[in-house]
């Protein structure tokens, strides 16, 4: 096949172009050129702003758009306006934050999702995210209607992660000593972006469309399933100690980044079980969870001590955690 696209540079978008080029297709990429300026060998890069640069790729074809970036419907209606008539199939990123947090467990792609009330709105923020993502998906179903391919992603990990939402647990375990940890019951989501990436090009090529909610594990999981998991890839001897609710909010840990992937009990409940069955129908599959602990282990290993680490607990905190816990 011959795919655009839009991004590819980074983590999933990296990870979508390394499995496109093993599987043999032609692979084009359009993107600003910022974040990974290098050629990416076997892939041809078009630099180009979506804004404004779109004129670049008139006269193409491709089979199939796959939009990793897709922000703001004003934008997603640009890219889609000039690619309606060079593409049979558009895929777009979606997110699973299209729906409320509170709501129940196990929802399909059915749920209600949240809604723009404002449509000048162009700021991505933690409110806005959502419903933003929303709207772009409703521009591509309007453009593509018969070959909209939507992908409402969970939690992506794995190596390349700029996060450190899940690599701060592969970390931690692999540092040992005395942790703490999330209550055990606490359920969990996440989907190695490989494995992500080879379902969206399972039904790119396919011409699936429609709505999928795509992330991970095949069956529920809890903190007190993942960590032992990590525990025993890595050889450690880490040791969890998981505390309550009560207690981290009493010390002021802040939800999902403070504690990375915490969530309270309610929160977790209906937003860390969502139903994955129509993908999963359709070929998700995942790899052992072992693999992507390893995997992020070995590439954290590589990273200098000054990146940036939107989630993290520092280990004098959490030093001061496990003191409180009477440890």
């Known amino acids: 096949m011959k795919l655009l696209i839009i991004g590819g540079t980074i983590f999933l978008g990296r990870a979508l172009v390394d499995a496109a080029l093993e599987r043999g297709h032609e692979v084009t990429l359009f993107n600003r050129g910022r974040s990974s300026p290098g050629a990416i060998p076997g892939a041809e890069t078009v630099i180009g702003d979506r804004d404004t640069d779109l004129d670049r790729l008139r006269g193409r074809r491709w089979d199939?758009?796959?939009?990793?970036?897709?922000?703001?419907?004003?934008q997603?209606?640009?890219?889609?306006?000039?690619?309606?008539?060079?593409?049979?199939?558009?895929?777009?990123?979606?997110?699973?934050?299209?729906?409320?947090?509170?709501?129940?467990?196990?929802?399909?792609?059915?749920?209600?999702?949240?809604?723009?009330?404002?449509?000048?709105?162009?700021?991505?923020?933690?409110?806005?995210?959502?419903?933003l993502k929303v709207r772009c998906e409703q521009v591509v179903q309007?453009?593509?209607?018969h070959a909209a391919f939507i992908i409402r992603s969970g939690l992506i990990v794995g190596p390349r992660d700029p996060t450190n939402r899940f690599t701060y647990w592969v970390t931690r375990a692999a540092r040992g000593g005395d942790a703490i940890a999330p209550p055990a019951r606490q359920p969990v989501q996440f989907i190695d972006a490989r494995d992500l990436a080879a379902f969206i090009?399972?039904?790119?090529?396919?011409?699936?469309?429609g709505v999928y909610n795509v992330t991970g594990p095949a069956e529920r999981m809890s903190f007190g399933q993942l960590l032992p998991i990590a525990r025993e890839a890595?050889?450690?001897?880490?040791?969890?100690?998981?505390?309550?609710?009560?207690?981290?909010?009493?010390?002021?840990?802040?939800?999902?980044?403070?504690?990375?992937?915490?969530?309270?009990?309610d929160a977790a409940e209906s937003f860390m079980t969502?139903?994955?069955?129509?993908?999963?129908?359709?070929?998700?599959?995942?790899r052992p969870l072992a693999q992507t602990i390893n995997d992020t282990c070995e590439w954290a290993r590589t990273l200098t001590d000054d990146v940036s680490k939107p989630a993290d607990l520092a280990p004098e905190r959490e030093r001061a955690l496990l003191e409180a816990w009477n440890l």
């Open 234 to 265: 890595l050889g450690s001897g880490v040791r969890f100690h998981h505390v309550s609710d009560d207690f981290l909010r009493r010390q002021g840990v802040a939800e999902f980044m403070g504690l990375p992937l915490w969530l309270n009990r």
């Open 142 to 145: 309007d453009a593509f209607p």
């Open 76 to 131: 997603v209606a640009l890219s889609t306006a000039a690619l309606r008539q060079s593409a049979d199939h558009y895929c777009f990123i979606s997110t699973i934050s299209v729906y409320p947090v509170a709501g129940p467990p196990n929802r399909d792609e059915s749920s209600s999702v949240l809604a723009l009330e404002d449509d000048s709105i162009e700021a991505v923020t933690e409110e806005s995210y959502g419903p």
């Open 274 to 286: 969502f139903n994955i069955e129509k993908a999963r129908a359709a070929g998700l599959s995942f």
């Open 201 to 209: 090009l399972l039904g790119t090529e396919a011409r699936l469309a």
């Open 64 to 74: 199939a758009v796959i939009d990793t970036c897709g922000y703001l419907p004003r």
